[in-house]
């Protein structure tokens, strides 16, 4: 079994900064792409900022310049560090990762508990 854990939210005044975390464990393999996705009360899960075993960085084009993902790949974590926060991040934030779990298996994707970002203005 593979858990994802989250932490990191919590309330924050507009213009604020957030840091969160997300730990993959279990068995795990590889993990080959995590990223951070949101979703506001009524509306649909979106990308947030994804992160490429390598190195390599996708972002939603409303948080680029504010957001910045990063991993830790020895210890299988994903971070996503939050500055010039607005109102409009208000959201669960999930965590994703797309990993293998053993070598030779086919790579399945896995999703936190989610975690919450209120941005007060």
Not at 19 to 25: G, I, T, V
Not at 45 to 72: M, N
Not at 85 to 96: F, H, I, R, S
Request: with cysteine; glycine share 12%; charged share 15%.
């Amino acid at each position: 079994q593979v858990q994802l854990v989250e932490s990191g939210g919590g309330l924050v005044q507009a213009g604020g900064s957030l840091r969160l975390s997300c730990a993959a464990s279990g068995i795990i393999f590889s993990i080959n792409a995590m990223g951070w996705y949101r979703q506001a009360p009524g509306k649909q899960r979106e990308l947030v900022a994804t992160i490429t075993s390598g190195g390599g960085t996708t972002y939603a084009d409303s948080v680029k310049g504010r957001f910045t993902i990063s991993r830790d790949n020895a210890k299988n974590t994903v971070y996503l560090q939050m500055n010039s926060l607005k109102p409009e991040d208000t959201a669960v934030y999930y965590c994703n990762a797309n990993l293998k779990r053993w070598p030779g298996y086919r790579t399945s994707d896995h999703w936190g508990q989610g975690t919450q970002v209120t941005v007060s203005s």
